[in-house]
């Protein structure tokens, strides 16, 4: 199991200086190479070999930091991987998975990878070319089967991802949920457990719209607008944040908790046409939370199973089977004509998510549970909002 720690580096202004040329140096040679690469093609796309390869690009690195010696004072395995990733995005193009590769900008993720040769000793990563060692503060001990390390940039702030191998079997939950995403709640699950949504975006919305103004009334190429800009950064920096700790918070208790996880196939990008709803939409992080959830299920060798995009899930009465097809979004109950039952319209469609997503894969409905207190009660000690319906 490949696991990954994320921890905040605390580098001296000297080091933020090389980490800066690190960064640099990584987008030259992917920039020079894809450039090379391209014009190879173009003179020699009727020959027997039309293409360079990653061990031809390799060698030419080794002439080219010759002629440009700044390369030098960069770790050559994190140059060499920057044509490891370019030869990638060449395979990924040339089997119509992606766009063909382009040219990377200033203003692109600030990353470069380190493949071999790391160690901590105390509260200090050692990675070539820092052999003195990066101060970083985590709670975490860092493991030791280390697989690679991405340092990264955002805003004004460094961190290290740490890619590791964890042998520990993580305990699978007990128990099959269905989970109805939304926007009056987060989320809603079959067993009744209903999470309040977190508004990242919109609880500093007014702050964010007044920096903006702030920030078009500064001259361009002014060190004032340089100012204003990480303000702005900053923010979103903290929506991220505030967002993703919550999304981890939500996927890691019902991985611990549910063995089966049954969630709709939602069409973002669909819902986002819709300009009334776009902005609340984007603010809920719903792919994020998607993708924990998935890798966190995998992780302990439970199921995650989706329903299509266009099930009946809430417009379909969970106990008689009746489609109510003049249900409105602004009914908040759901009251079914024919059997009469009352029910909270997202708990009644968590419940017919759970269905669907079970006889799918033949497993048959199963008996409705109570909520997973051990889930609610670790969500409620994470400091989110829980009810329970």
Known sequence: MIKTLKVRLYPSEKQKFLLEKHFGSCRFVWNHFLGVRTRYYAEHKNDKKKGLTV????????????????LNEINSQSLQHSLVR???????????????????SKKDNKYFIIPSGF?????????PKFMEGIEYHDKTAIPEKIKQIVVTRDVQRYYASIQYELNEDLPTGKGTIG??????AFLTTSDGLQVEPLNALGKVENKLKKEQRRLSRRKKGSENRK???????????????????????????????YGTVVMEDLNIQGMQQNHNLSKSITDQGWYQFKTMLQYKLKW??????????????????????????????????YNCYKCGLIMNRDLNAAINIRNIGMIKVGKGIPELTPVESATAAELSKGGLRVATL
């Open 119 to 127: 160690k901590t000793i105390e509260n200090k990563l050692i990675i």
């Open 55 to 70: 061990f031809d690009t390799m060698k030419m690195l080794t002439v080219l930091k010759k002629e440009i010696t700044w």
């Open 86 to 104: 370019l030869d990638k995005a060449f395979k990924s193009f040339f089997k119509h998975n992606t766009d063909y590769p382009t040219f990377k």
């Open 300 to 333: 302990r060798e439970a199921d995650l199973i989706e329903t299509g995009r266009f099930d009946p899930s809430s417009k379909t009465c969970s106990k008689c089977g009746n489609i109510k097809h003049d249900l409105k979004l602004s009914n908040r109950t």
């Open 179 to 184: 989970i109805d995403m939304g926007l009056m």
């Open 227 to 257: 100012k204003q800009i990480i303000k702005v950064q900053k923010i979103y920096q903290k929506i991220r944040d505030t967002r993703t700790d919550f999304n981890h918070k939500v996927s890691t208790a019902i991985a611990k908790h």
